[in-house]
């Protein structure tokens, strides 16, 4: 069965440089999830589309803007990277008339120099 | 935002013995799911769980909603259940119960 896709899988950026984030849902769900987890802490939330609207919000740092496009991608971009953005990011997606069961991607780990 | 506490924050085991985690929440229990997270950092659905009690395998749960709470039950432990466990409640995750299972 089709995962929730990630990309890219490794990411290594400097200080004050920025990074786009994609994520490709589970075919027909239509609400995307974006969290952040730190070294040795638990993931926190940071933001959700349903279909291609902002449905929910968490920490998310002003740095940082999110859209889920037509097709139901999603991107998060990121800007003036800081050395504290260093984490694992990960997309969710779930198909909201359903359960609404959250599948997770393999994750982004993004290192900032 | 709903806070969620698991206990134990740490657990080792010897190989094939059952444990116990727990998940508390502050507020009502909306789309209860557990996870185990691999030493990759992989996030492994285990049970969606808002009530009742499932089970798969060595595994099971069960959500007492009215209470505010989760179990996930391992029984027969094995090497390759390390890792850290959450509970995820709507969007919140709990605070991990790192399990490390030694042969």
């Known amino acids: 069965a089709a995962g929730v896709i990630q990309s890219p899988r490794h990411l290594i950026k400097e200080k004050r440089e920025t990074a786009t984030l994609k994520c490709y849902p589970i075919?027909?769900?239509?609400?995307v999830y974006w969290y952040q987890q730190g070294p040795g802490q638990d993931p926190q939330f940071l933001i959700s589309?349903?279909?291609?609207?902002?449905?929910d919000k968490g920490s998310i740092p002003d740095r940082f803007s999110a859209q889920q496009f037509s097709d139901y991608h999603s991107e998060l971009n990121m800007s003036s990277l800081e050395l504290g953005d260093s984490a694992l990011y990960f997309c969710?997606?779930?198909?909201?008339?359903?359960?609404?069961?959250?599948?997770f991607g393999a994750g982004t780990r993004l290192s900032v120099l | 935002g709903i806070q969620v506490e698991q206990s134990p924050p740490d657990l080792i085991l010897q190989e094939g013995a059952n444990s116990t985690l727990r998940c508390n929440f502050s507020?009502?229990?909306?789309?209860l799911q557990w996870f185990h997270q691999n030493p990759w950092g992989q996030l492994i659905n285990l049970f969606y769980?808002?009530?009742g009690t499932k089970q798969n395998g060595r595994l099971s749960a069960t959500t007492v909603a009215t209470e505010r709470y989760s179990l996930l039950y391992i029984s027969s432990s094995q090497t390759t259940d390390s890792g850290v466990y959450f509970c995820?409640?709507?969007?919140?995750f709990g605070t991990g119960t790192s399990l490390t299972v030694i042969p």
């Open positions: 589309f349903y279909e291609k609207m902002q449905s």
């Open positions: 769980i808002p009530s």
């Open positions: 075919p027909r769900h239509d609400t």
């Open positions: 969710a997606s779930s198909f909201w008339q359903g359960k609404n069961i959250q599948y």
């Open positions: 995820l409640n709507q969007f919140y």
């Open positions: 507020d009502s229990v909306n789309n």
